[in-house]
């Protein structure tokens, strides 16, 4: 990669990448309007939803999975490269997708591909932009992470606009060269973030660039990948299922029940931007024990009340507003434990826990019977998570791998 031209000066050069950044985050989170798809695919393939569905499991592990070896991508190539390449790879997954005429070929292309090309460039753009903004980490995960889930409320209007006016396969067609469309101008606006030796901007000393295998041999690391985990698990469990809860659990018709996906919006949206904002004013491990609180508060609704219209959806905003959090101040709290130059990869193979989250809790329920003991692992999890995020220790405070249990 070209180093920035002198004539560029940086403050410009990091308020372009994060516009870019912005731009491209939109267009990724096009993904989640998958559902819209659901039911038209499966009379398309004579297959059942249920079936239809996997596809988008499938799509989040590739997309963790993708995610995970981003950093090796954005060392060779750059960032913008990468980038380029994974707009080109979704047009390409759409494109086959709407030319899907089994099961399989739709798994490969609308789940495989597009995840791939989704995580390739998710996390990589994510933490580029947070390095280029050292001393305002949080704020920056939220405008990044705020777009991505803004993209999937765009991209709903859009893509249900072209499904009325088009057929399924031309909007499939559409929505790819839309993505390209967005992704690599967002792309061209971005540069590379130059390695950080900054102080940490909450007033502690500035923690280690730790490699990938130093931080996975410390507790730590595996803590917050166990924490990060619990909240993938039930936030994408709980708002999978949403409208089944309340017409299962709550008795609510279907069309009130559906309007848990709105309820679920807005609360997913309030917690990237404030639990964002907060975690440049306070300590980031407390914004995370903050929301491992309010989650229990909603999974303990579900769990422990005889729930109504009005509970019900607190319990669901309760889960999404602490997901939506966890995962914007996520970067950034690696970041102050690991260092980061490194984050890209350190942050990577933790988040293969949104990968397996998304599959884990919809596989305990099918192989135990349904949504309470689903949720009640998910509590106790929640639980353990919790009093990890109280006594966790920032690495570089540390003198030796000693348990945690025996530091002052």
């Not at 390739?120 to 280029?132: F, I």
Request: proline residues 3%; glycine residues 10%.
């Amino acid at each position: 990669m070209s180093k920035t031209p002198q004539t560029h000066p940086k403050k410009l050069v990091r308020w372009l990448t994060l516009a870019g950044t912005i731009i491209t985050q939109f267009a990724l989170g096009s993904v989640y309007t998958w559902s819209l798809f659901n039911g038209q695919l499966s009379q398309k393939l004579d297959a059942p939803v249920s079936q239809v569905a996997f596809s988008f499991g499938l799509l989040s592990l590739g997309l963790a999975l993708s995610s995970s070896v981003a950093g090796n991508l954005q060392e060779r190539f750059g960032v913008r490269n990468v980038t380029i390449g994974a707009g080109i790879l979704m047009a390409l997954g759409f494109y086959l997708t709407s030319q899907a005429s089994s099961l399989l070929v739709l798994w490969l292309s609308a789940g495989v591909l597009v995840g791939l090309a989704d995580g390739a460039g998710y996390l990589m753009t994510l933490s580029n932009c947070v390095k280029w903004f050292p001393e305002r980490k949080g704020v920056i995960s939220a405008c990044a992470i705020g777009a991505y889930g803004l993209g999937s409320l765009g991209f709903k209007f859009i893509c249900s606009s072209l499904l009325l006016h088009f057929s399924l396969e031309t909007t499939f067609l559409i929505w790819g060269l839309l993505a390209m469309s967005l992704v690599i101008p967002g792309a061209l606006l971005m540069k590379d973030a130059p390695r950080q030796t900054l102080a940490s901007p909450q007033g502690q000393p500035a923690a280690r660039d730790y490699s990938l295998a130093e931080s996975m041999r410390m507790p730590q690391y595996w803590m917050l990948a166990l924490m990060f985990l619990t909240a993938c698990m039930s936030g994408l469990y709980v708002i999978g299922v949403a409208k089944d809860i309340g017409e299962g659990m709550v008795n609510l018709s279907a069309q009130t029940a559906a309007s848990a996906v709105t309820v679920i919006a807005i609360a997913n949206l309030s917690g990237r931007l404030v639990l964002g904002v907060l975690s440049d004013k306070m300590a980031r491990i407390r914004v995370i024990t903050l929301a491992q609180i309010v989650s229990l508060a909603g999974m303990g609704i579900l769990l422990f009340t005889h729930m109504n219209e009005m509970t019900f959806f607190i319990s669901v905003a309760c889960v999404a507003f602490s997901f939506g959090g966890t995962i914007t101040v996520y970067p950034s709290l690696v970041s102050d434990f690991f260092g980061l130059n490194n984050l890209t990869r350190n942050y990577g193979v933790i988040y293969l826990g949104f990968g397996i989250g998304s599959v884990l809790g919809s596989l305990i329920a099918s192989l135990f019977g349904g949504f309470t003991i689903t949720f009640s692992l998910i509590m106790t999890l929640l639980v353990i998570s919790l009093v990890m995020s109280v006594i966790i220790r920032m690495p570089q405070r540390q003198h030796s791998l000693s348990p945690l249990w025996q530091r002052s």
